[in-house]
């Protein structure tokens, strides 16, 4: 099996549209370039929702335009809808990822559709997709708990993993949106994919809001996935959701991949002047469970270097 | 596999001797009533260490002497030597648990011993707590990673969890003393550890130095280890060990599996009330990673009941 693993950093859109403070496309890009500077080269920079929604999104079709580094970084951007995609084509996106919640009722409250509605809707969006040769990415979120519906059924999330595939979908990514699931149910929902012959094309999206997500991240790797979603300095969660707080932070990530040895291509110590950086334009304070230690040790390589 | 996973609960010595505040008799035993009304069953009640080296646990002999429901709660005692071990059995301790470092430095470092010297004295001990009627604990610390020596050769730990397990010791329980562990050097250990038929009668210790101690809980678990130590609040760390922050938070093991399925008598929302209490006997700010959630949980449930 692979040794190497995908760190996919969405701090500059899951990470961002939860903050108070709107970052200037600027500030956005300087963040872009902290991240860059680490190693990092897949990055979720953005998305085409509507301004008034989330104001802290709004213009990221110009910083598509001033995204540096474009033929070596993997930029995604989320699009709700088909004018979303439209937008996000039109300023030269090559990766889209859409959305999709597991349940009715989430879906009914954050978007006024049924399930089976936006389903379809995701569908199509991956069909364009792979129709324009773009990369076409799809979340299946609350893939494990609904803050609204409880647990959530894994055959659930294997129709809709797999309606996804047959769309068009490159990847699916198991989301776990509130931080509700453990070793144990992300062994059940990815023993179900592995056995419909998907593990291997999906990645993994989860919340720390529990503490859970590294023993989760493992118990994924367990079956075959290398691909996995996390936010720099644990920025982030999900605005529309109650109680999903805690983006599993990049750092612990990258720091207990390269403990395991398995490459990503990013170097954790690096990662302190990124968290700091990133604390800087967004005022927030930040730093995931390792941060402490990570801080410490890249300020003792930083004495020696100096010596 | 059995289901059930031991709890050994550790802030009352491993905790709280790191402490600035040095908690009365009266205070320790408070907090013990905290840890049992939640359902703990399995605690290092304290060490008979010398009072000038370890103020903060001053009068243990007397503590055990106060101890409530001694028949349903297995209670253990730290002992760094035969006089140690003798003030214990003095006391009534019916548990003890030696020390022993894996590496040279940190043996002459600490107590002025040789490796060889160390395991000796704590063979000796096992030996004379086996003969005695004593359950007898054995600790391998740094068993991953050393401040002083680096990566610790899993042959080396091997070894001395033989020694002590031939001694007399009745449980091994492998310490990361430092939290430099992950899931892959968990893995390696155990792995050896398990070929020697000793895997199941380990119990293991992590600290969450650097974010991962629920991760390598999980990869323990695989290998059949069914005992965990773990700390009210994550209060304490080794001040020996430069770099030793933060035991693994209780609330963080039991809630991990509880959610797995797996049962230990703890009952988690009830873990934020002893949180609580502790924090108010310590003084210090307390909660892992999965506090602030429990805490949110427990208020939405006194909500309800109040309704």
Redesign the interface.
């Known amino acids: 099996m692979s040794d190497f693993v995908i760190v996919n950093e969405v701090g500059p859109r899951d990470g961002l549209q939860s903050q108070g403070k709107t970052l200037s496309i600027e500030e956005r890009l300087l963040m872009i370039d902290a991240l860059l500077d680490s190693g990092i080269r897949s990055i979720e920079a953005g998305s085409f929702v509507s301004p008034k929604a989330v104001p802290q999104m709004a213009g990221t079709g110009e910083l598509f335009g001033l995204l540096p580094m474009t033929d070596a970084v993997d930029y995604s951007a989320l699009v709700p809808n088909l004018r979303g995609y439209e937008l996000a084509l039109a300023a030269g996106v090559r990766s889209v990822a859409v959305v999709l919640s597991a349940t009715e009722t989430m879906n009914q409250r954050n978007i006024n559709m049924s399930l089976e509605q936006a389903t379809d809707v995701c569908a199509a969006l991956m069909q364009r997709a792979r129709q324009d040769g773009v990369q076409a990415r799809a979340y299946v979120a609350v893939a494990f708990e609904c803050p609204f519906e409880g647990l959530t059924p894994p055959p659930v999330v294997e129709y809709l993993s797999q309606r996804m595939f047959e769309s068009g979908a490159d990847k699916v990514i198991i989301a776990d949106t509130i931080?509700a699931a453990?070793?144990?149910?992300v062994r059940q929902v990815l023993e179900r994919l592995d056995s419909a012959g998907m593990a291997r094309q999906l990645s993994c999206h989860f919340h720390?809001?529990?503490?859970?997500a590294?023993?989760n991240?493992?118990?994924a790797l367990e079956w075959g996935v290398r691909e996995f979603d996390s936010s720099i300095g644990g920025l982030g969660g999900c605005p529309f959701s109650p109680?999903a707080?805690g983006n599993l932070?990049t750092e612990?990530l990258v720091?207990?991949l390269a403990?395991?040895?398995l490459r990503t291509g990013i170097e954790p110590l690096a990662l302190v002047d990124v968290v700091k950086r990133v604390q800087a334009l967004t005022g927030t304070p930040l730093g995931?469970?390792?941060y402490?230690?990570l801080e410490?040790q890249a300020g003792k390589r930083q004495g020696v270097s100096h010596a």
Chains 1, 2 share one sequence.
């Open positions: 931080g453990n070793p144990r149910s720390d809001t529990r503490g859970m590294l023993a991240v493992l118990a109680g707080t932070a612990d720091l207990m403990g395991m040895g995931g469970h390792s402490r230690w410490r």
